[in-house]
């Protein structure tokens, strides 16, 4: 399994999109945010990073993003054979109807470990099932059911999102509480007119506070930017870079 990376981008058992900005003693630079990107369905870290990777450079070059695979061979059949070669991998997988969940607390171990070989990490990108995951973990870790011997995500960025279909049959377990009150993490979220998807998505993402929303024409997809959403899309790492600069220990110290 491979992890991947950009300087801006990056990927290993996890890929990384490198960099910290220098400071002086009078002025901080706000420094570029730590996200760990989660990929889609019996895809991989290297195929969400060759989608990510078409995102505008003013974007990209901002950020620090590293590139997971799932923890689990594909079990099945990938919708992306077409386009990209294998290996693909799973997060977890479900029974029909969603009444079960296979390897749920095991991934978010795998999850877990490496964030605390590689990160620290500020925040999460999700794709698809990678979106998924990452929209529930600021809950189970504010519940204390998952992700606890690693720092609280501070952001996330949802793409093609929903909540878990199994909540209703209190599946998977570690994730029953992780909506049961608003979120408060700081969320982007991009909403596709023809996704299967976008009504769970709009769902989700009202179950965040004040939640940065991107609607687009496209599908269960990772969208282009056109120029609207990229001054929004900078216009939110902007605000997360300051947060973040306020959050640092230099930044403490000059106060």
Avoid at 96 to 110: A, H, M, R, S, V
Avoid at 157 to 176: R, S
């Amino acid at each position: 399994m491979l992890g991947h990376s950009y300087p801006g981008l990056r990927t290993r058992p996890g890929f990384n999109i490198t960099a910290m900005a220098s400071e002086n003693h009078r002025s901080i630079e706000p420094r570029k945010p730590r996200i760990l990107c989660l990929h889609g369905f019996r895809t991989s870290g290297r195929i969400l990073q060759a989608l990510i990777r078409k995102w505008p450079d003013t974007v990209l070059r901002n950020l620090d993003l590293d590139f997971l695979d799932g923890p689990f061979p594909t079990t099945g059949k990938s919708d992306v054979e077409r386009f990209f070669d294998p290996p693909y991998y799973e997060w977890y997988q479900a029974s029909k109807g969603f009444t079960e969940y296979i390897n749920f607390e095991e991934c978010l171990d795998y999850i877990e470990d490496y964030m605390i070989k590689n990160g620290p990490f500020d925040g999460l990108l999700g794709f698809s099932q990678g979106a998924f995951l990452s929209a529930g973990i600021p809950g189970m870790q504010e519940e204390g059911t998952a992700l606890t011997k690693v720092p609280k995500v501070k952001f996330l960025v949802i793409i093609c999102g929903a909540k878990y279909p199994g909540l209703n049959f209190g599946q998977p377990k570690a994730a029953v509480t992780a909506f049961s009150s608003p979120v408060r993490c700081p969320s982007l979220h991009f909403i596709g007119e023809r996704d299967f998807l976008k009504t769970e998505g709009e769902v989700l993402a009202k179950s965040f506070v004040e939640p940065v929303v991107i609607h687009h024409t496209g599908g269960h997809t990772i969208p282009k930017l056109e120029p609207k959403a990229e001054e929004t899309v900078l216009s939110f790492f902007q605000r997360i870079r300051h947060m973040l600069s306020d959050e640092s220990p230099s930044a403490r110290s000059l106060m």
